[in-house]
């Protein structure tokens, strides 16, 4: 078939590796316009942008749903993996076979912006990837394929992400198959549920909330937004840290040494810190950031 891509984060990298070494023509990579990033707001490229540079796949980054349609016109079939973009109905019908999507939940539980994020906030041990028919709802469509992953109990978002992503790899090629074999996709069934964006705000931690919820949201949250807390008045963000084994005194925020581990409490029992980025530095241990602060008695975050 001749096939499409649009797709913008690193994820989608793995499915387009597979397709451009597979029977089908990679006929033209869309993504998002190039936007300003870091402190000097230069114009970055898409990792998917990149991809297609370095291995020559015609790109395009449409800004309107005319320029969008026009990619679409001479294709099979277009496949949308983290796009950021809704497509409108219109845009959806152009393609030979459709528009099928590879998201990162088993439909129906997790539609939505965040389903990796919201999966291991939520404590689920159990995740996986669908490749369904697009239509104009939100991850709505009849579903192609599903592979069920575990989520392993210390995993943040990226490592899931990146886990889920090679699986990816294998619906796709089965939704393919099926797409050429004239299979039509299963409606979806169960309890659906939402996974919307995650805003900063969101990410603050409160300390009278349970000692594993919030290493979940630790967890959940990292690399972006990352969960953060106040210390001493200014933000504190979290990347790593586990619900310690025993349950201390400690009360909400207080922050504790204990042999060679930073402990703050929590409604239920204490976490052990484990890494943090303080206002103003990089990322370090926790505990290198406890013996230059030097917590005053019952000092507290939040």
Not at 233 to 250: M, Y
Request: proline fraction near 7%.
């Amino acid at each position: 078939m001749r096939l499409g891509v649009a797709a913008t984060p690193e994820v989608a990298l793995p499915t387009l590796d597979c397709l451009l070494a597979s029977d089908h023509t990679l006929v033209r990579i869309i993504s998002q316009p190039d936007k300003p990033a870091g402190r000097g707001q230069q114009l970055v490229s898409s990792p998917v942008s990149k991809w297609a540079t370095s291995h020559q796949i015609p790109l395009l980054t449409p800004s309107t749903s005319d320029e969008l349609d026009d990619a679409l016109i001479d294709l099979d079939l277009l496949i949308t993996i983290g796009y950021g973009r809704i497509l409108p109905a219109k845009s959806l019908s152009i393609p030979k076979n459709g528009c099928i999507n590879l998201h990162f939940s088993l439909l129906p539980a997790y539609r939505g912006a965040a389903p990796v994020q919201r999966a291991i906030q939520a404590g689920e041990r159990q995740t996986g990837v669908t490749v369904f028919a697009l239509d104009p709802g939100m991850d709505t469509g009849p579903i192609y394929t599903s592979i069920t992953a575990s989520i392993e109990p210390t995993m943040r978002s990226f490592e899931l992400l990146e886990k889920l992503s090679s699986i990816g790899v294998d619906a796709v090629e089965q939704a393919l198959a099926l797409i050429e074999k004239g299979v039509a996709p299963t409606p979806q069934t169960g309890q659906a549920s939402l996974a919307a964006k995650i805003t900063r705000d969101e990410a603050q931690l409160n300390w009278s909330s349970t000692a594993h919820s919030l290493v979940n949201k630790i967890r959940a949250f990292y690399p972006q937004p990352q969960a953060w807390t106040l210390f001493r008045g200014q933000p504190l963000k979290i990347s790593a840290a586990r619900v310690a084994d025993l349950v201390s005194d400690l009360q909400p925020g207080q922050l504790r040494v204990i042999g060679s581990d930073c402990f703050i409490g929590t409604t239920d029992n204490s976490i052990i810190l484990e890494r943090v980025t303080p206002a103003g530095k990089k990322e370090m241990s926790a505990l290198d950031w406890s013996h230059g602060a030097r917590f005053e008695s019952a000092e507290r975050c939040g």
